[in-house]
């Protein structure tokens, strides 16, 4: 089973594009598209701005998201996949890719998640953490047992889950998973805390829009976040994708079952390989690249 994976926030950096705007017409047109949806020049942000810039949610969101829709579309009839996933903001680019979702109305919905997004952690400070070496049972436990706002926000792999909350929360959780052997409690730059009960008011303000919009029936399966299952009804689609906004990401657990499943080839599509690196973690034999148009 050949799987298409599209990476999620983090992946991006300057210069980001530069080659798919260089050589490609389509990737070109879809550019120009772009900074008419959104109203500004996102194009020039991707290819000419800084790491600050492109760190604003409102511009990191759709910026990866184009990245990795226009390399899909460029690749054309090389893009054959038996299925997709994204890691968070990367399903709506896999939804895309697989043609349940228009271009336009994929990149609609990513830049009003990240508006909504961005107003719900500019009214509850809040963060996430990356902890490290510990079973994921025993990160549960311990900030179940916190009373503030802090849960698994990120399966990312085997030993490595981020949690997300009020930020005491998250810090004295971070205390507590170092004294419980812990071989890192990392606090995130990150603007709030996503996949979280905190985003509950981000998510309420995407409904709507992701009510009004048509969801088409996938050329492939795609593994969601918050069910970690191949999935091609564009109603329950619709609805994973509306959960996923204060639902953890389950990645580990749809890395495992795309092993169960038959998974032979994994091909990143977007900016960077953080999504490769983590399935060298549950396989360190599998064939793993990153999609290239050139």
Known sequence: ?????????????????????????????RFSQANEILGFDIAKIMLEGSEEELRQTKVTQPAIFLHSTLLAEVLGTDFMPDAVAGHSLGEFSALVANGCLSFEDGLKLVFARALAMQKACESTPSTMAAILGLEDALVEQICQQISGVVV?????????????GSIPAVEEACKLLTEAGAKRALMLQVGGAFHSPLMEPAREELASAIESTAFAHPRCPIYQNVNAKAVTDPVE?????????????????????????????????GPGKVLQGLFKKINRDLNTSSASIG
Not at 254 to 269: D, F, P, R, S
């Open 152 to 164: 698994p926000a990120n399966y990312n792999c085997p030993g490595q889950l981020v949690i997300s």
């Open 1 to 29: 089973m050949k799987v298409y994976v599209f990476p999620g926030q983090g992946a991006q950096f300057p210069g980001m594009g530069k080659e798919l705007f260089d050589g490609s017409q389509i990737a070109r047109n």
């Open 237 to 269: 689609i619709k609805q994973h994708l509306l959960s996923q906004l204060t639902a953890p990401v389950l990645w580990t657990q749809t890395m495992l079952a795309m092993e169960k499943a038959g998974l032979t080839e994994v091909i990143e599509v």
